[in-house]
């Protein structure tokens, strides 16, 4: 596919990235990650059922980012709130049992800039003490993992920012200084939402099938995780919506036309 190359002022091209905080239990570190945030030059918050917000503690810790916390979008949930976006990736330090696209800090940040130019992504933390659930690493892209000392992995949420917004900072520059940032632009990414559209639409003809019967242990998941990976654009999500469809009405019918 054609590749476009793509270079804009720093704030412009960061301002797709969002940052999402789910369940942050502590309103100061909040204010701390809003307060790099401006550091770095990102402005997107989203928080994910935080304990307490607004809070004078956070606005505190901001120390000055008022703007970052007063333009903050909060959410019930994950799902709402990477449902715009094309690229998400969720920071744990635990290891998982299923299979997902590693990233180390500075991968995280190039891959997150590469998909920029197509449409919003997100960088996704945990509450402070238990970390990203596996339902909600379901709904992202890949994993991100900071490399710690073995002998002490505990990483302060806030701090975890930090580091990524400063990587995301970084791989901007060197983008805008001539290390043209590169991205297929022939087909329209699909958002998280639209593959959310996608996975309930195939759940509903495996269990019309029979296909979810018996011992399938995570199979949905496993399917989720090996989609994630191929399906890339919207076209592609039709085309499998359109199939799904297609068998819908063929158990309707009883057998397709000759």
Do not use: W
């Not at 304990?51 to 703007?67: C, K, M, Y």
């Not at 900071?146 to 505990?154: G, P, R, T």
């Not at 940032?181 to 639209?194: D, F």
């Amino acid at each position: 596919m054609p590749l476009s190359k793509h270079s804009e002022p720093l704030g412009q091209s960061l301002g797709g990235l969002k940052i999402v905080m789910v369940g942050t239990t502590h309103p100061g570190n909040i204010g701390a990650a809003a307060r790099v945030m401006a550091n770095m030059g990102l402005s997107r918050l989203r928080l994910v059922s935080p304990r307490v917000f607004p809070h004078e503690e956070a606005t505190a810790r901001a120390a000055g980012a008022d703007h970052v916390l007063q333009n903050a979008d909060v959410f019930g949930d994950l799902t709402t709130a990477v449902r715009d976006c094309v690229l998400v990736i969720g920071a744990t330090a635990r290891r998982r049992s299923i299979s997902f696209t590693p990233f180390d800090s500075a991968s995280a940040a190039h891959e997150l800039l590469q998909n920029l130019v197509v449409g919003p992504v997100a960088l996704v933390f945990g509450p402070e003490a238990s970390g990203l659930s596996n339902e909600h690493l379901d709904l992202c892209h890949g994993h991100l993992r900071i490399d710690v000392d073995e002998q002490f992995q505990s990483l302060n949420v806030a701090t975890a920012v930090a580091i990524m917004a400063y990587e995301c900072r970084k791989a901007c520059l060197a983008a805008n200084d001539g290390l043209a940032i590169e991205t297929e632009t022939a087909l329209k990414p699909n958002t998280m939402g639209e593959f959310d559209g996608l996975m309930q639409h195939l759940e509903k003809v495996m269990n019309q099938t029979g296909f979810t019967n018996g011992p399938r242990v995570k199979l949905a998941r496993k399917l989720r995780r090996v989609l994630l990976q191929g399906v890339s654009t919207s076209e592609e999500v039709n085309i499998l919506r359109g199939f799904l469809t297609s068998v819908e009405h063929l158990g309707q019918s009883g057998s397709p036309e000759e």
